[in-house]
C-alpha cells in the first residue's frame, strides 16, 4: 500500500513535524532503505553516531524509530513514507532486515495476544454497590441544573451575554462532581456560545434543549428502548466499556475514512475520523484520544484511503460511533455512489431525528453537487435544482469552486439540518480533501 | 413557530408564556397534552413545548428548490496541468515560504505550457495579491481557471487587461518607470518618444527619476532632446541630463572634452610632454560636472581635471588621435595615473574589446565592467580578484541573475564556509536560482577547517541541500 503525499502529511502530528518530514523526504538522508509489501524501513543519519532505524507496518499502518522523539509518527516516519511515495522505484530493497522482520513478527504475536487475553474476574456486588452510589450522584446533580436551566428560562436569555465564564463554569464543575461529565461538556457547550454573534439566541436555545432532552429522557428511561437507554447514560457521562464493546459482532465493510479533525485541548489531542461503509452504506465516527508525547493513537487512519475492518457501533437508536476491531488492511480509496440528491438526505435526517431527537452531525456523500451562489451564500445544488447552504465559515470553498470549475461533483459531507461542510470531493476519479 | 420560542427565551416564561396559538396546528394535540398537566410549572412546559418545536422542526427540513440557480461553468484549459511531482514541488516551495522558488516554479509551469492544477489555484492567486512582481506569472499558471474564479472573488481581479499604453498613462511611478524600461529596451526612440509627448505634465522628481532610464540604449539620436532639456530649471534634472550627455561621443559636450584633451595632449606618439590647461575652464565644462579640485593628494587639480576628462571621453578616439599607435601601445602611453581613467570610458562607451584588453592589464576590481562581458569572462575575472575582494565580487555575484557557475560558485561557498556570520540561510534564499545544481555533492568539500565552524556550515549545507533539491523537483518535475 502506497500513501500519496497528501495523505502521508494528514498523518503528522503536528506541522513542525510535517515541515521536519518534509526536510527528509529527501534521497541523500537515508543511508539505506527498503520496502516489501509488508513493511518499508530505512536508516536516516541523524546528529547521533549511529543511524536512525525507522520502520512502518504497511498492512496496518504503524511506526517504530529508534530517533528520541516523542512525537508519533516521529519526522523520520514521515520523511521515510513522503520519500515512498515520491520515489518508490528508489527503495530497491525488499528482502526485510532481521530489525524489521523482528518487528513485524512481535506486532503479530501481540495481536493474537490481545484477542486471547482474558478478563480478570469481577465483584459484582461491590460493582453493583459502587453503580448505585453513582446513580444517585448524577440524579441529584440532574436536579440542580433543571432547577438552574428553569431559572434561565424563566428570567429570559436576554441577560445572558452579560453572565462571566464562572456562570457557566460554576455548573460545568458541578456536573463534574456529580460525575455527569457529558452533562459537564453541555453546559461548557453553552458558555462557550458567542454571546456577540448574530443568532445567537438560537444556538444557545439547541443546546439548552438538547441538555433538556438528556435530562428528560434519563429520567424517564423505563419507558425508552434499551439502545436509547445506553446512548442516553452515555450522554450523561456513563462510559462505555471499550473492551465489552469490542467483544461484540461488528459490522465487516470497507471503510472510506473521509476526513479526519484533530483538536487539542490542555494537551490531549482529539482526533475524530469519519468513515463510510462502502457495502453497508453506513456512516462512522471513530474517535481516537491521546496525550502529546505521552502515548500514541491507537490506530493511524489516512484520510483518502480505505480500511478493511469490522466496526464494533456503540449502543444507539442511531449508530455512528464506533471502534475499530483489529487488525485492519488498508487500502486505496474505492469508488462510491452515495445518496443521489438532498432529497435522500433530508428524508434520512427525518427518520434519524425521529429516532433520537438529540444527535450530532453525520457525514454523507451526495452525487453531482455544484456549488453556486444565491443571496449571497454559497450552495451546493444537487442534479434535481435542490440546494442546501455550505456551513457558514467553510475556509475552503474557494478549493471546492476551484475543483469543480462550475460543475457537478461527488461530494462527502458532514452536517445536519441545514448546514453542510464540504470534507472531501471525487475529482477525475480521485478523492481530494479538502 | 420557532421565532416565537426565541422571543419566549428571551423575555422569559415569567414575562411571556408560551401559549398553544404560538405553534403549528401539527403540534396542537401534543402541546395540549403537555398543558394539561398541571403539576408542572410553567418554566417545564415551555421547555418541553421548545423541545416538541426543536424535533419538529429539525425532521422537517427541506432542501431549497430553485430553477437556473448556476454558475457560468469555467472554459475548459487549452494547456495541460502539470503533474503530481509538479504540485508536490509547489507544496515545498510554499512550505519553505520562499518566493524564488515560487517564482521559478510559476516560470517553469509557463515555459513548459502548462497550467496549475485547479487545488493550488486558491493559494497560487492569493500570493499574487501579495506579490505584484510574480503577478503575471501566476495569473497566466492558473489558466481559465484562475480567471474564472477571479471573477467570482474581487481580491483576485488584478488589472491585467492594461496595455503599456494605458500603464505609462495612468499607472503608478514604478509601473510607469517599467513600462518605460521595458519599451527602451525593445524601441529605445519610442520610449523617448514617450517621455517627450508626457515631459511637460512631468513633476521634476518624476523627470529626473524617468531620464535615468533612458541610460538604456543612449545613442546619438538622443543628444538633442537631452541638449534642449539643458534649459531646465530643475537642478537634479539638469544633472541627470549631464550625466546622460556624457554617456553620448557625439553629444556637443563629449565632443568639447575631445576638444580640451586634442589642445593639451600632442598627437605625436614619442612625446612625453603635454600642454598646459588653460585655465578656468568654459562655464559649460564645469555645469557638465566636471570638478576643478583634485580630491586625490597625489594628483594635481589640472590631472584631476584631465583624469576626468579621459574618462569621459571614448577610448576609441585615442585611435585616431595617436594614428600611428597600436592599441597596447595607446594603453602604454597612459600607464600611471591615467589608466583607470581610460578603462572606466571603455565602460560608459561601451567599448567591449578596448575595456577586455584594458581589464587584462589593469589590477583594479571594476564591478561596473562585468555586465559587459560574456558569462564566461565575468566568472573569470569575478574569481581574479575573488582573493583580494571577495565580497565585493559577492555582492556583484548577487546582481547577476543567471545561474553562476561552479568554480565562482565553489569559492563563494568556501568563503561563506570559513565566515559564517557574514551571510546567513537567508542569503541562500534569496539567491537559490542562482546556485547550480551541481553543488548539491560538493557542499562538503567547503567545510571550514576551524571546528567552531564546522556545525554552522553543516546546518547550513543542509538547508542548501533542501533548497537545491526543491529546485531540481520542479525542474525535472517540468522536463526542463
Not at chain 1, 436555545?205 to 434519563?218: K, T
Not at chain 1, 442546501?388 to 445536519?416: C, E, H, T
Request: charged share 25%; hydrophobic share 40%.
Amino acid at each position: 500500500m502506497r500513501l500519496t503525499e497528501e495523505q502521508v502529511l494528514t498523518l503528522a502530528p503536528d506541522e513542525a513535524s510535517r515541515k521536519a518530514g518534509k526536510a527528509l523526504s529527501g534521497d541523500t538522508k537515508w543511508v539505506s532503505k527498503g520496502a516489501s509489501e509488508l513493511a518499508l524501513w530505512g536508516e536516516c543519519q541523524g546528529s547521533g553516531s549511529k543511524p536512525y532505524q525507522t520502520q512502518v507496518d504497511l498492512t496496518n499502518i504503524a511506526f517504530k524509530c529508534s530517533c528520541p522523539s516523542r512525537k508519533f509518527p516521529c519526522k523520520h516516519g514521515i520523511g521515510l513514507m513522503l520519500l515512498y511515495s515520491r520515489q518508490p522505484e528508489s527503495f530497491t530493497d525488499n528482502t526485510l532486515p532481521l530489525w524489521v522482520s523482528d518487528w513485524i513478527q512481535k506486532r503479530s504475536e501481540k495481536e493474537i495476544q490481545k484477542t486471547e487475553k482474558e478478563e480478570k474476574p469481577v465483584d459484582e456486588a461491590a460493582q453493583a454497590k459502587r453503580q448505585q452510589a453513582r446513580i444517585q450522584k448524577v440524579e441529584d446533580g440532574i436536579d440542580e441544573l433543571l432547577l438552574w436551566m428553569k431559572d434561565i428560562v424563566r428570567n429570559g436569555i436576554i441577560q445572558l451575554p452579560e453572565k462571566g465564564s464562572s456562570y457557566w463554569e460554576n455548573m460545568a464543575r458541578r456536573m463534574v462532581d456529580a460525575q455527569a461529565s457529558g452533562l459537564a461538556g453541555m453546559v461548557r457547550g453553552l458558555g462557550e456560545i458567542n454571546f456577540y454573534s448574530e443568532g445567537w439566541q438560537h444556538i444557545f436555545m439547541d443546546q439548552l434543549l438538547r441538555i433538556y432532552l438528556v435530562i428528560e429522557g434519563y429520567r424517564n428511561q423505563q419507558e425508552l428502548p434499551s439502545l436509547m437507554q445506553q446512548e442516553l447514560r452515555t450522554m450523561i457521562g456513563f462510559t462505555q466499556n471499550q473492551e465489552a464493546l469490542r467483544q461484540q459482532k461488528g459490522i465487516n465493510d470497507t471503510w472510506l475514512i473521509l476526513s479526519k479533525q484533530a483538536t487539542e485541548e490542555d494537551n490531549l489531542t482529539t482526533e475524530k475520523y469519519w468513515l463510510y461503509g462502502l457495502q453497508s452504506h453506513r456512516t462512522a465516527l471513530v474517535l481516537q484520544f491521546h496525550a502529546r508525547g505521552m502515548s500514541k493513537p491507537q490506530q493511524l487512519l489516512t484520510p483518502g484511503t480505505s480500511i478493511v475492518a469490522e466496526l464494533v457501533f456503540f449502543p444507539s437508536e442511531v449508530p455512528l460511533r464506533a471502534i475499530i476491531k483489529e487488525p485492519v488492511i488498508t487500502g486505496k480509496l474505492h469508488a462510491t455512489s452515495g445518496f443521489t440528491g438532498w432529497q435522500e438526505v433530508v428524508e434520512t435526517e427525518s427518520v434519524l431525528s425521529g429516532k433520537m431527537p438529540v444527535r450530532s452531525e453525520r457525514p454523507y456523500i451526495v452525487q453531482q453537487l455544484t456549488p453556486v451562489q444565491h443571496n449571497m451564500q454559497w450552495w451546493l445544488k444537487d442534479q434535481y435544482q435542490q440546494m442546501m447552504p455550505v456551513k457558514q465559515g467553510f475556509r475552503n470553498i474557494w478549493k471546492l469552486l476551484s475543483l469543480s470549475g462550475g460543475q457537478a461533483l461527488d461530494i462527502s459531507l458532514l452536517g445536519k439540518e441545514k448546514e453542510y461542510e464540504p470534507l472531501g470531493v471525487w475529482h477525475s476519479n480521485v478523492y481530494k480533501l479538502l | 413557530m420557532w421565532n416565537n420560542i426565541i422571543t419566549t427565551a428571551l423575555l422569559g416564561t415569567g414575562k411571556k408564556p408560551l401559549l398553544p396559538g404560538d405553534l403549528p396546528a401539527d403540534l396542537l394535540p401534543a402541546a395540549n397534552i403537555i398543558l394539561a398537566d398541571k403539576q408542572q410549572d410553567q418554566e417545564t412546559h415551555f421547555l418541553q413545548l421548545a423541545s416538541l418545536v426543536f424535533n419538529y422542526r429539525q425532521s422537517g427540513v427541506m432542501p431549497l428548490h430553485k430553477e437556473g440557480v448556476a454558475l457560468p461553468p469555467c472554459l475548459p484549459e487549452e494547456r495541460p496541468y502539470c503533474n503530481t511531482s509538479a504540485v508536490y514541488a509547489l507544496q515545498d516551495a510554499l512550505d519553505m515560504d520562499l518566493l524564488p522558488l515560487v517564482s521559478f516554479w510559476l516560470e517553469c509551469c509557463n515555459k513548459a505550457q502548462q497550467v496549475a492544477v485547479p487545488e493550488c489555484i486558491p493559494t497560487l492567486l492569493d500570493i499574487a495579491v501579495a506579490q505584484k512582481r510574480i503577478r503575471n506569472l501566476a495569473v497566466a499558471a492558473c489558466g481559465n481557471r484562475g480567471q474564472w474564479l477571479g471573477r467570482m472573488n474581487s481580491y483576485w481581479q488584478f488589472p491585467l487587461a492594461n496595455s503599456n499604453e494605458e500603464l505609462w498613462q495612468t499607472g503608478t511611478p514604478e509601473e510607469r518607470r517599467q513600462v518605460l524600461q521595458e519599451i527602451r529596451q525593445e524601441d529605445a526612440g519610442v520610449a523617448r518618444e514617450w517621455l517627450q509627448q508626457t515631459w511637460p505634465q512631468e513633476t521634476a522628481n518624476v523627470k529626473a527619476d524617468l531620464l535615468k532610464v533612458l541610460k538604456i540604449n543612449i545613442s546619438a539620436d538622443d543628444a538633442p532632446w537631452l541638449e534642449s532639456l539643458l534649459q531646465e530649471k530643475s537642478q537634479k534634472v539638469k544633472d541627470e541630463v549631464w550625466a546622460l550627455l556624457k554617456l553620448i561621443p557625439s553629444s556637443s559636450i563629449v565632443r568639447s572634452y575631445r576638444r580640451i584633451l586634442q589642445e593639451v595632449i600632442p598627437a605625436d606618439e614619442y612625446s612625453q610632454e603635454r600642454g598646459s590647461l588653460s585655465l578656468p575652464l568654459d562655464k559649460a565644462i564645469t555645469d557638465s560636472g566636471i570638478a576643478t579640485l583634485s580630491n586625490e593628494k597625489n594628483m594635481s587639480d589640472e590631472a584631476f581635471i584631465l583624469y576626468q576628462l579621459i574618462s569621459y571621453t571614448p577610448v576609441s578616439y585615442w585611435e585616431s588621435h595617436f594614428t600611428s599607435l597600436s592599441r597596447e601601445d595607446i594603453i602604454e602611453k597612459f600607464t600611471g595615473k591615467f589608466a583607470t581613467a581610460l578603462v572606466l570610458a571603455a565602460i560608459r562607451f561601451r567599448e567591449t574589446a578596448w575595456l577586455k584588453l584594458l581589464l587584462e592589464k589593469d589590477s583594479h576590481f571594476f564591478p561596473d565592467a562585468i555586465e559587459l562581458l560574456n558569462a564566461e569572462e565575468q566568472e573569470a575575472y569575478l574569481l581574479r580578484f575573488f582573493e583580494t575582494v571577495p565580497q565585493d565580487v559577492i555582492q556583484r555575484m548577487t546582481t547577476i541573475t543567471s545561474q553562476w557557475g561552479a568554480d565562482i560558485t565553489g569559492a563563494i561557498l568556501k568563503w561563506i564556509a570559513k565566515n559564517p556570520y557574514q551571510y546567513t540561510r537567508n542569503f541562500f534564499d534569496k539567491h537559490i536560482l542562482q546556485l547550480p545544481l551541481s553543488i548539491a555533492g560538493d557542499l562538503e568539500k567547503y567545510a571550514p577547517e576551524e571546528p567552531a565552524y564546522q556545525a554552522t556550515w553543516r546546518n547550513t549545507s543542509d538547508h542548501i541541500r533542501k533548497l537545491l533539491s526543491c529546485k531540481m523537483q520542479i525542474t525535472n518535475a517540468f522536463n526542463l
